[in-house]
């Protein structure tokens, strides 16, 4: 069997640096190289540090930058740099060797002539080209070569974006093929996509289409460009950079040079117009204004502040070239798709809309969909292959074909041969069938067309995966307005949040409270806690709290307050195991969950915290009792005890949130011996349900604990300090530090004479009367409005 233990990165530009990072991440041991610095002096030409200076320097600048490559940065420990010179020769002892070096071909062949000579049989390599023919580079190289190489395209930046392109040649072996596919799956968490050696490959060539397609509407349709990136924002669910910013965030100067290998690699592309660079791209490339990496391109960000003190943003207009202010948008498609959640009907609606940005949307999705019919069999055989790109690689919501779907293959044939667009015949060929679409549901499993068969087949690789949306054609166990309670096998139930944002309000609580009933008096083995939505939750339903400390509703707000405590404390005293699977923002109420449930799967890319601070309140679900409760358990025999104490006080205080779920066991938020990490976010709902039936066996209901160590005066005096200190150094307010107090009070155990043992619920009964108090606050009021207003802190 396979295994990579150690893998070369040979280039640590931008791409070279982020992708040893994130072999980093997973545990790989990294060997960065590249080459020596030009014009050393003699001295330097016997110093190995500054031999060593560009790979140094580029890994240093890779730590530092943002977003973090690393998901945690003690792993930067993992990787060691060199030289192409004098460290070449260590590639011998690696597993997976990558090349990462310029995108010309005569550099990179020279850089796998020498790898070819070095390596040891067997060895995986692999070219992390963007756009030059896989096989070209194997030109004269070994057949051992030939069989382990292929290509693999990570995206920019490689530990966030998942799209992870697998090319192969004639001569890659087979064996190469699936190990990557399924390495590239489990261990690096991403959506692998196998495509052929065609320009661009498979995400670049549909996505720089799409780009291309909306540039050339833009000026038809005469439409500014702060309306088409709203138009081709969240309107239709792609990212909100839209297009343009999308354009200014990659680089004009990059995105030119795709589309024009695009235009004269691919002679026969029957959509070749698309590809034309429209005179306003020139006249950025003449000024280089190539977008954010020169500070300007499509937008400029000015010095100037607008009367709410933000910087006062210039977008250019396409006509004149002048740079403008810009405009609130007035079109009545936009404005009506802000009433619509639901982003399949609210699709249907902007391509439906009658004004200008109706039809951008619909002749620009129209084009899509000829388009991505005629790259089949080109750059795939499979269409998954395509909507799997696009929505790993450029964050789409929907694939092409999905969209396809949602506004109906026929009405889509049809609108796109009215605007002249030549549709794939195998296209209608499936609609003569009978079959109406590319996509379908059966029996818990998604079915896609398989053009080759004619019949439906479900995706590969996703056999192992619970897509909770392959659940909604069998009845749940149980509903509410904001729960689903899913069956997914083996005894098995799975509780889905559906409320806005995935807050926790009363709907939520109540259903997790029906589910664990439901779960104990019945035939089940347990209850897992997910979803597949972008973020787990942000937390406690704000507007809820709101509303009734406004209306100084305080016996409600005591009720609310203890249905939540309780609640959260439910799911760790229950008489069946309970597991929590997180991805994305895993705020507030649902870091409290994550930490009281039996065990807590979580992806990679969670982004876990108690940020109740910023909203003018303490965690009051059960966190702040519970960092008690787990500073206590890190007390030791011998242990002095007061900087244990102030190390958990600052990170509620704080609201420090961990950018990773790695990172989240430096702040307590998870623990080694009882929570897991799952490097695919796809996989952390079934992963979940395999702890469930570990853990079901023989599984006994904890009791509520009565030995909680608490400091009292003498650790309330220490975090008193330690919260002036804080404000001293300009990092608190006067009312960050009223709660700062209430935060000691609790994990102090109150006004004790000295340190003794105190139970759970007295810490709870501490927590909420601390929380209520600062219910009652005006400037937590304030707090709670603005983030209501504005979704961001105010410090006051």
């Not at 994130?22 to 041991?29: D, K, P, T, Y």
């Not at 390495?183 to 799409?210: C, E, H, M, S």
């Not at 429209?278 to 391109?297: A, H, I, Q, V």
């Not at 300090?721 to 609790?746: C, F, M, P, Q, R």
Request: charged content about 25%; hydrophobic content about 40%; some cysteine.
């Amino acid at each position: 069997m396979r295994r990579i233990k150690k893998a070369a990165v040979l280039g640590s530009g931008v791409m070279g640096s982020g992708i040893a990072c994130h072999f980093a991440n997973i545990g790989l041991e990294v060997l960065m190289l590249d080459i020596l610095p030009p014009n050393l002096s003699e001295t330097e030409q016997k110093d190995r540090k500054a031999r060593n200076r560009i790979a140094d320097t580029a890994l240093q600048n890779a730590i530092k930058s943002k977003p973090a490559p690393l998901y945690d940065t003690k792993f930067a420990s993992r990787i060691k740099t060199g030289n192409f010179e004098d460290d070449f020769a260590k590639i011998k002892d690696c597993d997976w060797i990558i090349e990462v070096v310029v995108e010309r071909l005569d550099i990179k062949k020279q850089v796998l002539e020498k790898v070819d000579q070095l390596r040891k049989p067997g060895t995986l390599i692999t070219s992390n080209t963007s756009g030059i023919p896989i096989h070209l580079m194997t030109e004269g190289r070994s057949e051992d070569f030939k069989k382990h190489f292929c290509g693999t395209h990570f995206f920019n930046p490689p530990r966030y974006l998942r799209l992870f392109e697998i090319i192969p040649t004639k001569d890659t072996d087979s064996e190469v093929i699936d190990f990557l596919m399924h390495y590239g799956d489990v261990y690096l968490g991403k959506q692998t996509v196998l495509a052929k050696d065609t320009p661009a490959f498979i995400g670049n060539r549909v996505g720089v289409y799409a780009m291309a397609k909306i540039y050339q509407l833009t000026t038809e349709l005469g439409l500014r460009i702060e309306d088409v990136d709203k138009l081709t924002g969240p309107a239709i669910g792609r990212p909100k950079t839209g297009t343009f910013r999308l354009g200014d965030l990659v680089g004009h100067d990059t995105a030119v040079n795709v589309i024009k290998g695009i235009r004269n690699n691919c002679p026969d592309d029957e959509q070749a117009s698309a590809f034309v660079i429209p005179k306003y791209m020139e006249f950025l490339l003449e000024n280089k204004f190539l977008g954010d990496k020169t500070g300007k391109g499509f937008y400029e960000k000015t010095k100037e502040k607008d009367a709410s003190g933000k910087p006062v943003i210039l977008a250019l207009n396409l006509e004149t070239l002048q740079y403008e202010p810009s405009q609130k948008s007035e079109l009545p498609s936009l404005k009506a798709a802000k009433q619509i959640d639901d982003l399949k009907k609210r699709v249907q609606a902007m391509f439906t809309a009658e004004d200008k940005g109706g039809e951008l949307v619909r002749r620009s999705l129209l084009g899509l969909f000829a388009y991505v019919s005629n790259r089949i069999p080109e750059i795939t055989d499979h269409l998954y292959s395509i909507d799997d790109a696009l929505r790993a690689g450029f964050a789409w919501e929907m694939g092409p074909f999905e969209y396809w779907d949602a506004i109906g293959v026929a009405e889509g044939i049809k609108g796109a041969e009215a605007q002249g667009e030549k549709v794939a015949v195998w296209v209608k060929e499936m609609l003569d069938a009978g079959n109406s679409s590319f996509y379908k549901r059966e029996g818990g499993k998604r079915l896609y067309y398989d053009i080759s068969s004619k019949s439906y087949k479900a995706i590969p690789g996703t056999e192992e995966f619970i897509i909770l949306d392959n659940y909604r054609d069998q009845a749940p166990v149980f509903k509410n307005s904001e729960i689903i309670l899913h069956d997914i096998g083996d005894g098995v139930l799975c509780l889905e949040f559906t409320s806005m944002h995935n807050s926790i309000g009363e709907g939520v609580l109540r259903g997790m409270n029906e589910a664990i009933q439901i779960a104990e008096e019945g035939d089940w083995n347990g209850l897992v806690i997910g979803n597949n939505a972008t973020n787990f939750t942000v937390g406690a339903n704000l507007m809820l709290i709101a509303m009734l400390a406004y209306q100084q509703e305080f016996d409600e707000l005591n009720m609310a307050v203890n249905l939540f405590q309780q609640t959260v404390m439910r799911t760790r005293y229950s008489k069946i195991p309970v597991v929590i699977a997180t991805q994305g923002y895993t705020f507030g109420g649902g870091c409290e969950l994550v930490m009281h449930c039996d065990a807590a799967v979580c992806a990679a890319e969670s982004y876990i915290g108690l940020v109740e601070v910023g909203v003018g309140i303490i965690p009051g679900g059960a966190g702040t009792k519970e960092f008690a409760v787990r500073t206590s358990d890190a007390f030791f025999q011998g242990d002095v005890q007061i900087p244990t104490l102030i190390e958990k006080f600052k990170t509620i205080a704080l609201a420090q949130v961990a950018t990773s779920a790695h990172e989240a066991f430096n702040y307590g938020y998870l623990l080694p011996k009882k929570d897991s990490v799952v490097l695919n976010k796809d996989r952390n709902i079934a992963e979940a349900k395999q702890k469930v039936l570990e853990l079901a066996d023989n599984y006994v209901m904890p009791t509520m604990r009565e030995d909680v160590t608490v400091l009292g005066r003498t650790g309330l005096a220490a975090l008193y300090t330690a919260a002036n200190e804080l404000k001293l150094g300009n990092y608190a307010s006067e009312h960050d530090i009223k709660i700062a107090h209430k935060i000691a009070w609790v994990l102090c155990g109150g006004d004790l004479t000295g340190a003794q043992q105190v139970s759970e619920q007295y810490l709870l009964d501490l927590e909420r009367e601390a929380f209520l108090s600062l219910c009652g606050e005006q400037k937590t009021l304030e707090r709670i409005q603005y983030m209501l207003q504005n979704n961001k802190p105010l410090r006051n």
